[in-house]
């Protein structure tokens, strides 16, 4: 592994570990599942230390949580039975709250008893204050209208005493509740709070029970199946609940039912107050005999056994709320489970068409091998049609598979017209060369056989397809007609996009350079003038032909050149005599040819003696 690897592998890692991290530290709280009120709130259970058994709100809560998830209709049911049942189990246990209370009135502390005689004087003196404030509105209403305003002074001092005394009970009331006395307010005060905060769950909207259902294809498919199979977890777990809670009110019951029976016997069995004459002493108990109750005290007995077989009746009933709440629970994982085993069928068929697909794919590609390689066609014809065919078939998988794992989008023309858009900026080369080649065709385009000049690159044009110009590379235009061998293309945009020169006429005209070393010793302007018109007469035709040509190009305007040859002399750079460089223009086709020619002629030209000369 590279160094710059191993740099990009931590870097990797380092992100992996943020990234956890960042999942640990944004993970959902307790309380945010369906359950998290079931981990988070005590049990149905007496307290140690307190008279008052603590009142179960989670198996409601619970219940409203799982309820948000029920999407389908045969789910909705189940779910508005199993709030129904938790919300009617909540009353009940307020009900049995209450009556534990009446049975069992709590001890108060010192503290709650001295609170407890302050509320008492404070509610006396506004039972008094209030039957002030009635009999003075009835005075005023019936009274003189000399004596109104004396009558209207004491009412307005008896209503702000009366004020007085009211936020007095109110303050000494809530000193009470928390010194542990005032049970009966507490409760009262938490059913008022259940009764409010159920109102404002039927006034709200019903909001979307996940986002899971949005999504589509195998992908969406497998998240619902995740889903549903954790809520058959919550609603097992939902239903375990209940069940235990049952059972531990059960077995409660049962105890408290032993507890009631010893009592009712007890009761039984102790003599009320006896019947005698008046102003007759009462009998004298027989030894061993329970004493007798005053009726007052055999009334506070009587109050206790009926708060007690209240208390068992409404322990009865919610025992069997929870257990109906259970057998809910079951039939809502029965109905979860089989969306859930559905849902698992349709991604089993959905993965059996991608596989499928797969294979598929496989056997083309092999059937093609076999059938291209019985054909008598070019080796590269058949791996290009290979190559298009294969590509072809993969494309098609790929779409096919990501329609699957993905479902069908759901603004089909706009994500064609996106695809549409995409597909154009990525085969801008393609669109371009098509229009390039009817500009190609056009009366200024090149045709095969042409010389050409695209993008630096020269050469005769040998082919010239709807999207691409392959060019023959030759050298440069002073070894025009010897080409490298190599076949260059093009795409035609360069036809819109690019420039290109097309050196090509009739006679496919170039200029080319005949240059003369002639010594110091001999007569170079003889040389030069015999040089230029052997070039003339040779060629005459050919430059003829080049105006006439070069004029038709010029569209009937007068260019500023000619075709006639060109002679310059100048000191050879060697500095070994005189040299005499000739330009004509030539066919491409007969350029060594003439240039062979004149090069002789030059040669015959300088072996011949100097005029004047001395022969030896």
């Given amino acids: 592994m590279s160094p710059l690897q191993r740099i990009f592998a931590v870097l990797v890692l380092a992100l992996l570990a943020a990234t ?38 989670s198996t409601l809560v619970a219940a409203q949580r799982l309820a948000r998830f029920a999407t389908t209709p045969e789910e909705a049911p189940l779910a508005q039975t199993a709030v129904q049942l938790a919300d009617h189990e909540l009353d009940l246990a307020f009900a049995g709250a209450l009556r534990h209370l009446e049975a069992h009135p709590p001890v108060l502390s010192p503290e709650a008893l001295a609170i407890q005689e302050r509320l008492t004087r404070a509610e006396q003196r506004l039972a008094d204050d209030s039957d002030r404030v009635k009999h003075l509105t009835g005075a005023l209403a019936k009274g003189a209208d000399t004596a109104k305003a004396a009558i209207q002074d004491q009412l307005d001092l008896a209503q702000a005493q009366q004020q007085l005394d009211q ?90 039912a032993a507890e009631f029976a010893a009592r009712k016997e007890q009761a039984r069995g102790t003599p009320g107050p006896a019947a005698s004459p008046a102003g007759a002493a009462p009998e004298a108990a027989a030894p061993g005999a329970a004493p007798a109750l005053s009726s007052s005290a055999l009334a506070a007995v009587t109050r206790h056994l009926a708060a007690e077989q209240s208390r068992l009746t409404i322990r009865a009933q919610r025992i ?15 109905v979860v489970e089989g969306e859930a085993n559905a849902l698992l069928h349709s991604c089993l068929l959905d993965v059996t068409i991608v596989l499928s697909l797969l294979l598929l794919l496989i056997v083309i590609d092999r059937s093609l091998e076999k059938l291209l390689s019985r054909t008598s066609i070019d080796r590269r014809q058949v791996a290009t049609l290979r190559s298009v065919v294969g590509v072809s078939c993969q494309v098609v998988g790929v779409v096919v598979i990501l329609l699957v794992l993905v479902g069908m989008p759901n603004q089909l023309g706009t994500m064609i017209g996106l695809a549409g858009a995409g597909l154009t900026v990525a085969l801008k080369d393609f669109i371009i ?103 003339t007469e040779a060629t005459a035709e050919s430059t003829r032909q080049a105006e006439a040509e070069w ?66």
């Avoid at 986002?211 to 199979?229: D, I, P, S």
């Fill in 20 to 57: 956890g991290y960042g999942l640990w530290a944004t993970r959902p709280p307790a309380s945010a599942t369906p359950l998290g009120a079931l981990r988070a709130a005590p049990q149905a259970a007496n307290v140690p230390g307190n008279t008052l058994p603590a009142v179960d709100e």
């Fill in 320 to 334: 069997a709320a929870r257990q109906r709440l259970a057998e809910t629970y079951r039939q809502w994982g029965v």
């Fill in 433 to 535: 060369g098509f229009l390039g080649w009817f500009v190609l065709m056009g009366k200024h385009g090149i045709r095969v056989g042409d010389w050409v000049e695209i993008n630096g690159v020269s050469g005769e044009v040998v082919e010239l397809g709807i999207f691409h110009t392959v060019l023959l590379e030759t050298g440069n235009w002073t070894d025009a007609g010897h080409p490298t061998g190599r076949r260059v293309t093009f795409t035609n945009a360069f036809a819109i996009e690019g420039h290109y020169f097309n050196f090509s006429t009739t006679g496919q005209w170039l200029w080319d350079e005949l240059l003369v070393m002639v010594p110091f010793d001999r007569d170079a302007h003889r040389i030069a003038a015999a040089i230029q018109q052997e070039v």
């Fill in 167 to 256: 936020d007095e009970v109110a303050q000494a009331n809530d000193d009470l509740m928390r010194a542990g006395g005032n049970e009966h307010q507490r409760i009262a005060k938490m059913q008022q709070e259940h009764e409010a905060a159920a109102q404002r769950r039927l006034e709200a909207p019903t909001a979307a029970a996940t986002g899971v259902g949005t999504l589509k294809g195998l992908v969406g498919e497998v998240r619902q199946w995740m889903a549903l199979h954790r809520r058959v977890y919550w609603l097992g777990r939902a239903q375990a609940h209940a069940a235990e809670s049952a059972a531990q009110l059960e077995a409660e019951g049962k105890e408290l």
């Fill in 551 to 616: 004029q038709r190009a010029a569209r009937g305007r007068q260019p500023g050149f000619t075709a006639q040859p060109g002679i310059a002399i100048r000191p050879a750079p060697a500095g070994g005599g005189i040299e005499i460089a000739v330009r004509y223009v030539t066919r491409a086709s007969e350029r060594y040819a003439l240039r062979a020619r004149l090069y002789q002629s030059a040669v015959t030209l300088l072996s011949q003696p100097q005029p004047g000369a001395a022969r030896p």
